[in-house]
């Protein structure tokens, strides 16, 4: 009843503070599979889609001011959805794969957007880790290699000096925890679309990996902001 009551307020326009204070309290109360149960409906998904910006034809980084819900309800649908296979279900019959995708692609060079990217990223892991259908939609009709390989090469800021080469900065900072962070969700992203793409077939796919060898290598010879940081990312 608490979680119905929370998604009530909700689905109403209410401060900005208002809606941070709910997600903060939803995403607490999703980390419990029974409390979930009831409230996995697609209608409560779309609420928290539409506060994420997953669902609009226009700028859904429009406004700074709203990024704090949008980061709050991305944190949200991860703990849903890596805690209910109902939920899992549901992400495919709402195409939230593709809404994500979207969403980062408008993230790119943009400020100001490191942890929406973060948590968008998270998603694409959780689901292509979870359901092999959104896997197979990532690879298949979303260009999701192509995606997810931008989305690491704008974390690790490649530069490059051929085609499959980037540039060598020995003298380069380590990265910002946040940049390692995200460098961190797509690669996790990456192994899972890329899994079962032993046989490359186009000349297209053949650029695609070699594009993300190149930027893999890269990411061999960074640095994050601590030694674990590092360890993880590597």
């Given amino acids: 009843k608490l979680c119905e009551g929370i998604l009530n307020i909700l ?3 209410t401060k900005t503070s208002c809606q941070v204070a709910c997600l903060e309290a939803l995403r607490i109360l999703s980390r419990d599979k029974k409390v979930l149960v009831p409230v996995t409906t697609k209608r409560n998904m779309q609420i928290l889609m539409k506060l994420a910006k997953l669902d609009t034809v226009e700028d859904p980084l429009e406004r700074v001011s709203e990024f704090p819900v949008i ?3 991305l944190k949200c649908l991860c ?5 209910s296979s109902i939920a899992q279900k549901l992400s ?3 195409n939230l794969a593709a809404m994500l995708c979207n969403l980062l692609q408008e993230c790119k060079d ?3 957007v490191d942890d929406i990217k973060c948590f968008d990223l998270r998603l694409l892991f959780l689901l292509s880790l979870l359901h092999t259908d959104i896997r197979t939609q990532l690879r298949q009709e979303l260009q999701g290699v192509q995606v997810l390989t931008q989305a690491l090469e704008s974390s690790l800021s490649v530069r490059w000096t051929e085609e499959y080469k980037a540039a060598e900065d020995r003298d380069r900072p380590p990265l910002s925890l946040q940049e390692t962070d995200c460098a ?10 890329t899994l079962d793409s032993w046989n490359v077939h186009s000349k297209n796919e053949s650029h695609q ?9 890269h990411c061999l010879l960074t640095t994050g902001p601590t030694e674990e940081k590092t360890e993880e990312l590597h």
């Fill in 11 to 13: 689905e109403k326009d």
């Fill in 71 to 73: 980061v709050e309800a």
């Fill in 79 to 83: 703990n849903i959805i890596f805690n």
């Fill in 92 to 94: 495919l019959e709402l």
């Fill in 110 to 112: 943009r400020p100001l």
């Fill in 184 to 193: 961190i969700e797509a690669l996790k992203a990456l192994f899972n679309v």
């Fill in 209 to 217: 990996f070699r594009y993300m060898a190149a930027i893999l290598r």
